[in-house]
Structures are given as C-alpha cells and as structure tokens.
C-alpha cells in the first residue's frame, strides 16, 4: 500500500506545523527567535522519537486490529460449523495431496546429494553423436588421457560398481562396492575413519586391498579398529574367468557411507543405485588397459576446481576430445566427451514424471480452491447487509477486505492443518506404493521445510480464495444495499459471471485431468496387454548364487544341470530349467556379431546382439514357442568349455540379420576367429528380458553346460500355487550347496508385476487426483446451479406466469448451465493437447493426442454435468408463480 | 512535567482530548494548548504522548482528521469528534466521576 | 363495449379456494361469482385480505380453485393440467404487475418479446407484434435499453407492451400503479384507459381509490365474497379502518 510514505509525510507536516506554533508562541514570550527554535524543539523532546512513537503505536494498532480480525474471524466460522468442516474437508484433501507430492520432490530434487559439496561433482561420458550413442562409461587409456590434460577439475577419479561375497568361514555375505581409482577419496571427499586408501602400486594389480564402509564394519566387525591390516577372505564376483585371491587386506574404513553413484558400467548385473551405500572400495582391475574402445567399464567422476563453470569444464574436455580423435582415429573418431552434473544424472529419469504430479496435483488444488471461491462468494451475498452496515459505521473498503481476507485465511489454515494431518498418512501409502528405483524414496518423509510448504500453500489459498470474494462481497452501492436488503442489481450480475467464471475453469481443468489420466490408464492397459513371450502364471523364480570360493566358474560345469534334474523330480513342479538373469529386468551385454560368409566390417560398426545362458529345458518351461529349426538337444551340451558350436537364436535376431530368408544354418562368430564359428538351429519366439515396454533385443541362447554360471535364475512351473513350493525348492538348493546365497524369492507373476511398478504407480496417482478432481467440479457446478436458481426465483416466477411450460424453463437453465460447461471443455480440449508433450514420455503405445481419449474424458465430463445441471433446473423450475410474485 | 504524572494519565489523556475538542475542531497544537488552558496550567502535554493517542483515537474512530487551513494561514491537520466520540466522552466522564469518588472516600478526602 | 348478445368473456360460477396450513383452513374465496363481458373494464376493490390477488390469480390461472368452475372463451380452464394452464395464461393472459416484474438481464425488447418465444411464433412476426406493441405504449425509441436503466413508469409501459404484444384475450393488473408517484401512475392509468377505448378488456385489482373510477364498474370483495357497493361501505366505517389502506 502506498500509504505508508503518505502517512509518513503527512506525520512529518503536522509535527512541523506544531514546532513552528511552539516557537512563535515562545517568541511571543519573548524569547530570540533561535532561543524559540531551541526551546521548542527541546520541549519537543525530538521530532524523530515521536514519530518513532507514532509509528509504534502503528504497528501495535495494526497487530491488535489484525488479532481482533482474526478473534472476529473465529467467531464467525464458528457460527457456521458445517461451512467450515465442508472448506476444511476440500481444502484439506487437495492440500495433503499437494504436500505429499511435495514432501517427494523435496526429497528428490531439492535436495542436495549425500556427498560434500556435490554441487561441484560432474560426471564425463562419451558420447558419438553420430551414432547417437550416449554412454556412462570411458575407456582406461582416454581416462588417463583426460586426467593428464584437463585443468578444469580438481582430480577426475572412476569407478565401476562391483559385488563380492564375504566370508570368514562360517557366514558369506554378500556384498555391494566399487571398485576405484585412490584419487575417488579424494575427488568425491570420503573421509577415512582409520587407515588409508591404496597406494599407487596397488592400483591396476590384482593387489587384494580393501577398504570398507563404514556401516559394514560397525556391524560385522563390531566396530573393531584393528581389523585394519587384517585379512578377511573376501571372494570377488567378477565376470571374468579369474577370481581374485581369496583373502583381501583391510588397509582403511570409511568415515560415512555415501550413497552408489549413477552408472551403467555394472559388469554383471543392475547397478545398485542412489538408494543403496556403497559397503567396500577396491584398487581398479584394468583388463583393457590398452584399448580405447573398451568403454563399457570404467565411469568417470570429477569435481570442479573452484570458479570453473561447467560450460568452460565442457568445452575444454570437447578440444581434448577433439585432440584425442585426431591422435586416434581409429578409434575415438566421433567420439567426443560430456560434462553432466551429478546431481541431473540421478535424478533425470524421474524427472518429468515428478512434474506430471506436481502438475496434476496443482490443478487438483485449484479446483478445490475455486470451490471454496465460490462458497465463500455465496456466503458473502448472505452477509451483504451486515457488511454493509460495517461500511455505514465507518469501516473503509480496504478494512473490509482485510476482515474477509483474515477470515478465509483462518478457514485456508483449517484446510491446511487437515491437510497436513492428512499428508502424514498419504505420504507413507505413497511411498509404499512408489516403485522402488525411485531415487532417494527412502529420504521421503515430512520434515520442517515439508511442513513450511503446507503452511505457505494454506496461506497462499487463503488469500486466493478469499481475494475474489472479498472483492466483490465489498463493493457494492452502499444505498442501494441498505435499501433494498442487500440485493443489488450489478453486483448480482457480477457475481454470476464470477460464479460463471468458476465454473468454466474447473470444467477446463478437470478436462485436463481427466485426459491425462485416460492416457495413463490406457498405456498401462497397453502395456499390460504385451505378450511377454513366455508364460507367467504358476512359475516360481529365485536367484541363486553360488560361493565363488567353492566354484571357480570353469569346474561346476554339474552343479545347474544337477540341481534342475533334482527339481524336475519334485512333487508339484511340472518343469524346470534356468537362465542367467531374470526375465523383465534384465540389463544385458552386447556381443559383437562376426557373419560367416559376410565381408568385414570396422569394429565399432559391428552389428552387435545379446547372448544368453539357459539350461537346455528353457524354451519348453518358459513355454517360448519354436518357430524354426530345434531347440538343444542333449549332444549340444558336450564340448570345450566356453565355446558353443550351434546357438538357436530369437525372433528379432532373425529378422534383423536375415531379413527375408530363413537363419537356419546360417553361422557367426563373437570373437571373429573362425574357429569358434556356431551355427543357428532353431529359431525361438522373442522374450522381453528387458521389459514389457522396450522392444526385444536380437537374441542368441547359449546351453549352460558350456557356460557354467555361478549365478542363475531357477525356473520352476508348479502345479498349484508357486509360493507353496517355495520351502522345498529352498530346502532342496541347500541341500545341493549349503552355502548357497538365495535372493529373490518371487513368482514370476510378481515380477513382471513389479517391473510395471512405476507405470502402475502413476496411473494409480494420476486416477486418483482426476477422480477427486471430477467430484468436486461437478459438485461444485451443482452447487453453483443450485444457487442461481435460487436466486432467479423471481425471474423464473415472471417466465412461467408469462406462460412459460416447465420443459421451457428447465430447458433455458440448464442451457445456460451447459453453455459454461460447454466453454470449459472447449478450453480444456485446447489445454490438453497443447500439454500433451508434458505426459509423452510416460506413455506406452498410445499418443498424447490421442483423439478417442480426449473424446471420452469429454463425454465422461459431459454426462456429470448434465446431471449437475438438470437437477437444478428441474426442481428450480417447479416455483409456483404466484407465490414467488406475490412477494415483494 | 515529569514523566511519571504523565504516565498516571495514559488512559485519562484520551478523555482530555476528547473533551477538548467536544466544543469545535482543533489541530494538535491547538489541543495541547486548551487542555493546558483548561487546566489552569497543570497539564502539559508531552508530544511524545499526544500524537500516538491521537493516532489511537482516530483508528477507533472517535475522532476523524481532515487537512485545512490555520489561523495563520498555513496547513494543518484538524481533529474533530465524531458521534462515537461523543457518546466515549460520555462513559469516559461517568467512570471518571465514580473512580475519582471511591478514591477520595480511600483517601480520607470527602 | 359490451355487447349482451354475446356469451361473456371469463365466467366464474361458486368460485372457492382454501388455503390449508397445519391447522387451519383459510377460505381466501368462497362462492365467488363474476362475469366479464369482452370489451369490460372492471376493477376489482376490497380491503387487505379480502382475496383480490387471489381472484386475479385464479383469473390469470397462476393458481387453480379448490372449488367452482371457471369458463375462460367458453372453455373450462379451471381444471387444467400445469402444462394446459401454461399455454393458456400465454395465449390468452396479459400480466401488469406491481413490482413491474420485468427481467434485469433483457433489453426492453427482448422482455416484450418473452411471451411470444414461449409460444413458437417465427422470429418475423414476434418483430411485427413487438414493435406494435412498444409503439402503442410509446417506449419504442428505448428498446435496446435494459430495464435498470428506465424510471419506475417507463418500466411499468413495457410490462404492458409486454402484456400487449400476443394480444391476449384480457389483460390483468395488480395493483399497477402501486409503485409509480401520482403523475407516473396517472400516465399509466391513461395508457389503460386509451387500450381499453381501442377495444381491450381489463380487469384491475387497485386500492387507489382515484383509479377505481377509471373502470366502468367494480367489483367489491370482502372477506372471500362478492358483496355490494353499499355492504362494502357499511363494512369499511364498521371496522372503521380506510379504505386505502395499503396490504
């Protein structure tokens, strides 16, 4: 208000005026002029202190008016009990919700990550433009390069993420850790409780150095500080043939334990991400020392130097690139490096369906508030007079407003405590319901700046809600009011098209909602119709890993097929094989392709597909159709270790590498010498290994007995329910190897269930708000025709007395209720479609424009509020002329 | 006048005002000089104090202010009583009458 | 003009109606007989109370009787159906109210022509009836105007263009000068009289006792009855209350 600096001037004049009186009242006394002034100003005591005093007084005359508002405020609501349980009631909902999301993208993107100053720490991928490629990883030799030439970091360091078994002959334990470069101490700053980190001639050698996290060594070793410098028998996972010695030396322990860092460098499974600690550090393995196209290994992370910007950071490590590909062409042409902040990295997957709710839950609140808007409206025509009156006494306008602003603040901040209450609740089903590679979902929860979100929303809607009505409830002739009782002509007219107004932009909003909702139901219906290749009722899965102490990959040639003749034995199970991975979330590696009988082809150009290990019986527990040729047969399954002579290969293999002919007899190679050359003898039905929404990959089956696995999925189809198997399938792979680890106990059911986790889970949401959102448009537009008919009583008494039949009537109402209905899903149809890019990205096999969805949220909308309209209109029109004309 | 009478008269002050301008408006000067008139001398009010009780006074409305002009042809801020005002002046004196009576009866003084 | 060869135009024979509340029946009419002739000018007078309104009503088929016939063009009307009623009161009532009674959200026009919508008449002969009507009533020149914007007797002269516009088979007032000053109502009072000169019949309920005269004859109601002129005298000073007394 800029009435602060006006009162402050005129302030200053009156006291002006009073010490220029003063001074010639003291002249007239007879003191000089000077003398006067003097005196004047000393009785004055100081003109700046009074108007301090002044301005004290102001401020408290302005807290206690506030305090006597918001008394008054109280009161008032509390004559009307069931206004304020209903405003409570909507508000509260829509604000819980609100928080709720909040309280997920607190945790999520606002943040800062677990690492000191994690601002400062990038990761630098490779990327080819050209070949569209965008990968994690670097190779060791253009890593040594970066770290040689770049200035713009403080150390880059890498890491890949690695899982070991530990064991000190008793219990095994398995592990989760990175294997890294010393310098990662430092370059992402991992104090060290005790010890140290590794020395330079440790890194590269397969030196058996260990440092361990910090939790770990709370809790196995008890917190036990001379465990530094011991050994413990730590058995390494690795993919490759060699395992590493078996007993490792603790050198340090970590002072904190700091979350994994994004990567997709995981050299054999899915990478444990942000919601997990890393447990173990080891000095590099470098197997491809040399090779710089090898870069599927090793991901590099750097920090900052203090100063540098990122983009000056991205264009030096461009030229070096640049430089790079002019040195080696051969095998970093094309390829260049990116600069991407850590923090984007983790949380860039789930960042637009973090907006999508944060979106959805916004026009769910404003709905609510334009509900809210219009009760208020309604209850201020009912308190016209009184307000009225108020103005006659001598309250200002602006008095006025701030008395009705206090009261729907009071009524907002009942709605925001319900809310809150509310969003304790939701927030925890939320969460269970949340898929879990949801990064940081364990952080979710309602802390401090949670609950100052809800509190400035309430605020925030407070004065929303309220400012119209309030507006509006305080202008108005003030004779005309007094007069005539409180109806005023003009005032009437813009109400109603205030209450119009309302109306039109809850139907356009709920549009929105409902589309998008339609959308996600109908993908996820996609997405569940998606014929996964293999049969998914009654089968039982579980992880089994072997100890790699016990089996060096090479010697347990037995173990699988063993343990798979065993279970087929097993009363209740109808079949039973194994594969390596678990079918629907499966990462995978390519394997480069040589084609017999196909010209060479430049290395990073080679077509490339995945291989798969299976336990001959695959196909037909899977049931996966044979298309082609035959599946193994048993003489398949005899051979050099390592080395397969025929493969039978999938659908998608077939058709992309020989398109048009049969793949049958044809032959190829993954390491381009002749003499491992297989031949393709069957061709077998496509598996989603890697989800129902991704496209399958070409894939090539490999028999498990040439490919011993220490770890494999056991496939078992059970007769009844599977989890009924469960225990004896256990006992039995116990038996087999007691010191087995088993993870994942699951029927496949469940896991192709939750590999839809996270489209379940917005759908879910996404329903959820758009439900709430329709009830309350709707209810809110029947609650607006109710009121408008009420006061058209009169004018509705005219049309009938002037011979009007009820259909006429009811026909004109609800008319012009559907002609604000109309409008808002026009407006919203526009909303929709020009949003629709928003949703894209969670969509499966349907278009954002989709036009038979919008056209059934629309009829959906229609309906409601034809409902809402007619009921109005009908009973509205059933006034009895003469009563309501009688009445003056 | 010191500061602690002045102090004894906080609530009483808002009575003074009001009466002194229960005959005709006056700007803040002018009252400070008719309650000293009025009181024979007595009464001097600090501007310390009158200037926040007028601000008081007219936030409830007791009395209402307007700019004009002053004898000597400059501006001034006028306050004059409202009909609210009026009927305060009233209950202010009749508290006033019976506080001041009990406390004589306390004090021994008839 | 009356013509006596001619069946009358509204007949009503033992007209009752009672209101029932939780407790008691109230007979705002009973036994009411009365007969208008085409070309009449009547007026109905009594005290508060007496039942004029609900005579008119019951004339305007707003309301139906409880008990008594009630021929309207030598049909029954008074057992009609709401809808029947309906499409009566359009065709054949024209309404003058008190209050006016004209909608705020239509222009002057627009509330003329309201009651020819209702009845399915093509949008060029509703322009030819509302504009004679507005032109009789000399309101013509402010049809786009929005009855806010008109004085209390301007209004008053577009209910009645309104009344005018289906030349209805009678026109009703209640009470029409009621809100007008003694010049405005004096005007419309003119308007009536000069429709009624060109042929229109009119039934009027007024108080005014000025206005009473401007009728050919009265009606006087007292107490749910048709009485005499000289009955209504004698009740009036009996209960020694005037007889403009405002209801």
């Known amino acids: 208000m800029s009435r602060k600096p006006q009162f402050e001037s005129e302030l200053d004049d009156e006291l002006q005026f009073h010490l220029e009186l003063q001074t010639e009242e003291f002249v007239r006394q007879g003191l000089t002029p000077d003398d006067a002034r003097r005196e004047a100003q000393r009785q004055f005591g100081g003109v700046e202190q009074i108007k301090e005093q002044v301005r004290d007084t102001r401020r408290l005359v302005w807290l206690s008016d506030a305090l006597r508002d918001a008394r008054l405020g109280i009161r008032m609501l509390q004559r009307s009990p069931g206004f304020v349980v209903t405003v409570a009631l909507i508000l509260g909902i829509a604000i819980g919700l609100a928080t709720t999301i909040f309280s997920f993208v607190r945790a999520i993107l606002l943040e800062p990550l677990p690492y000191p100053q994690a601002d400062r720490l990038v990761v630098i991928r490779s990327v080819n433009p050209e070949r569209e490629l965008q990968l994690f990883g670097v190779s060791w030799p253009d890593l040594q390069d970066w770290r040689n030439q770049a200035t713009s970091f403080d150390g880059i360091a890498a890491f890949r993420h690695l899982t070991c078994d530990l064991t000190d002959g008793q219990s095994t334990q398995r592990i989760h850790g990175m294997s890294t470069t010393r310098d990662f101490f430092e370059v992402v700053d991992v104090p060290l409780a005790f010890g140290r980190t590794f020395n330079a001639d440790e890194e590269g050698t397969k030196s058996g150095k260990l440092v361990l996290g910090h939790d770990l060594w709370l809790h196995r070793f008890r917190g036990d500080p001379d465990i530094v410098g011991r050994t413990q028998d730590v058995y390494s996972w690795a993919r490759y043939p060699e395992t590493g010695p078996f007993a490792w030396e603790i050198v340090g322990i970590a002072g904190i334990d700091i979350p994994f860092l994004p990567t997709d460098t995981n050299v054999v499974r899915e990478s444990p991400g942000i919601n997990e600690r890393v447990e173990f550090w080891q000095p590099p393995w470098v197997f491809n020392k040399d090779d710089r196209t090898a870069r599927y290994e090793w991901t590099a992370v750097a920090r900052l130097k203090p100063g540098v910007t990122i983009e000056q950071a991205a264009s030096e490590m461009r030229l070096i690139s640049k430089r790079l590909a002019d040195e080696h062409p051969e095998s970093n042409r094309n390829w260049s490096a990116e600069v991407v902040p850590l923090e984007e990295l983790v949380t860039s997957e789930i960042r637009p369906a973090l907006w999508l709710l944060c979106g959805a839950v916004g026009f769910l609140l404003l709905i609510a508030c334009a509900n809210v808007s219009g009760l208020l409206v309604v209850r201020g025509i009912a308190r016209q007079q009184e307000l009225a009156v108020r103005i006659a006494l001598g309250a200002g306008r602006w008095r006025l407003i701030r008395q009705l602003i206090t009261e729907s603040l009071l009524l907002c901040l009942a709605g925001g405590a319900a809310g809150i209450l509310l969003s304790f609740w939701s927030v925890d089903v939320v969460r269970a319901f949340a ?28 004065v929303l809600v309220g400012g119209l009505p309030a507006l509006l409830g305080s202008a108005f002739d003030l004779n005309e009011t007094l007069k005539s009782g409180g109806r005023s002509v003009s005032a009437a007219k813009s109400r109603r098209r205030m209450m119009g107004g309302l109306v039109i932009g809850e139907v356009a909003v709920c549009l929105v909602l409902l589309t998008g909702a339609g959308l996600l139901i109908r993908s996820f219906a996609s997405v569940l119709a998606v014929d996964p290749g293999f049969r998914t009722d009654q089968m039982l899965t579980m992880t089994v890993s072997l100890p790699s ?48 009988d196909r010209p060479p082809v430049p290395k990073h150009e080679l077509p490339q597909a995945v291989a798969r290990v299976i336990e001959p019986g695959f196909f037909e527990t899977m049931e996966v159709p044979l298309l082609e040729g035959r599946l193994f047969e048993p003489a ?8 397969s002579r025929v493969t039978v290969c ?11 002919e049969s793949a049958l007899g044809k032959r190829f190679s993954v390491t381009g010498s002749d003499e491992n050359m297989m031949e393709i003898v069957g061709v077998a039905g496509d598996v989603r290994f890697s989800g129902l ?10 028999p498990e007995a040439l490919f011993p696995q220490t770890e494999f999925t056991l496939l078992i189809r059970t007769a009844g329910e599977p989890q009924s198997l469960l225990g004896t399938v256990e006992k039995l792979v116990r038996e087999a190897e007691p010191d087995v680890v088993i993870t994942a106990p699951q029927s496949m059911d469940e896991v192709v269930s939750e590999s839809l986790s996270r489209e379940r889970f917005l759908m879910l949401l996404l329903s959820v708000f758009s439900l709430g959102a329709l009830v309350l448009s709707v209810t809110g537009h029947y609650g607006v025709m109710v009121w408008s008919v009420s006061q058209r009583r009169r004018e509705i008494g005219i049309r009938s007395a002037l011979g009007a039949t009820t259909a006429q009537i009811v026909w004109q109402i609800a008319g012009e209720g559907l002609l604000l209905t109309m409008t808002g899903l026009a407006i919203g149809a526009a909303l929709s479609l020009a949003g629709a890019r928003w949703i894209e990205s969670e969509l499966y096999g349907i278009a954002a424009t989709d036009p038979v969805n919008l056209a059934t949220a629309v009829l959906v909308l229609l309906l409601a509020s034809l409902l809402a309209v007619t009921i109005p209109a009908i009973r509205g029109a059933r006034v009895h002329p003469a009563e309501v004309l009688r009445s003056e | 006048m010191s500061k602690d009478r002045l102090e004894l008269l906080q609530g009483t002050l808002d009575m003074l005002i009001l009466k002194s301008l229960d005959l005709e408006p006056m700007h803040g000067f002018g009252i400070s000089v008719r309650i000293r008139q009025m009181s024979q001398e007595v009464l001097q ?29 400059r501006k001034a801020k006028f306050y004059e009583l409202t009909a609210a005002g009026r009927k305060q002046l009233g209950l202010e004196r009749e508290n006033w009458e019976r506080l001041s009576t009990a406390i004589n009866l306390v004090m021994g003084m008839a | 003009m009356t013509s006596s060869s001619e069946s009358p135009l509204i007949s009503m024979r033992q007209l009752c109606r009672v209101f029932l509340t939780e407790e008691i029946e109230t007979y705002a009419l009973s036994g009411v007989d009365v007969e208008l002739r085409r070309g009449e000018f009547v007026s109905i007078a009594g005290p508060s109370g007496c039942g004029k309104s609900t005579l008119l009503s019951i004339m305007g088929l707003l309301d139906s009787p409880t008990e008594g016939e009630y021929f309207l063009k030598g049909d029954e ?46 949008a060029a002969d509703r322009r030819e009836q509302v504009e004679r009507a507005l032109t009789k009533v000399d309101m013509a020149h402010r049809m786009r105007h929005y009855p806010a914007q008109l004085s209390g007797g301007q209004q008053q002269r577009v209910a009645v263009a309104r009344a005018l516009a289906g030349s209805p088979a009678i026109l009703l007032a209640d009470e029409p000068t009621g809100n007008l000053d003694s010049k405005n109502g004096l005007a419309v009072m003119d308007l009536l009289k000069e429709l009624h000169a060109d042929g229109a019949t009119i039934c009027m309920v007024t108080h005014d006792p000025r206005f009473a005269g401007f009728a050919d004859r009265t009606v006087h109601l007292f107490d749910g009855k048709v009485v005499s002129a000289e009955e209504a005298e004698q009740q009036a000073s009996a209960v020694d209350v005037p007889a403009a007394v405002a209801s």
């Open chain 3, 77 to 122: 009307v008074g057992s009609l159906s709401v809808r029947q009623r309906s499409r009566v009161r359009n065709r054949e009532i024209g309404f003058i109210f008190q209050a006016f009674n004209l909608i705020g959200d239509l222009t002057v026009w627009e509330n003329v022509e309201l009651p020819l919508t209702y009845r399915g008449m093509p």
């Open chain 1, 636 to 643: 398949d399954s005899i051979g050099r270790i390592g080395y």
């Open chain 1, 650 to 660: 999938n659908e998608t293999f077939a058709k992309r590498f020989f398109p048009g």
């Open chain 1, 435 to 462: 898929p879990p590679d949801v990064p940081r979902l364990q952080t979710v929860r309602i802390d401090v700046l949670v609950l100052a979100f809800a509190l400035g929303l309430s605020v925030l809607t407070g």
């Open chain 2, 45 to 73: 009010v600090e501007q310390g104090s009158l200037y926040p009780a007028l601000y008081r006074l007219e936030n409830r409305g007791w009395i209402r202010s307007k700019w004009g002009v002053s004898e000597n042809n």
């Open chain 1, 549 to 596: 102490a016990k089996y060096e990959w090479k010697h347990n040639t037995e173990f699988c097929v063993e343990l798979v003749t065993k279970l087929r034995e097993l009363p209740g199970v109808e079949s039973a094989s194994a594969i390596r991975g678990v079918p629907t979330r499966e990462t995978h590696f390519d394997s480069n392709l040589y084609f017999a």
């Open chain 1, 693 to 702: 929404t991704r496209q399958p990959n070409a894939e090539f089956y490999y």
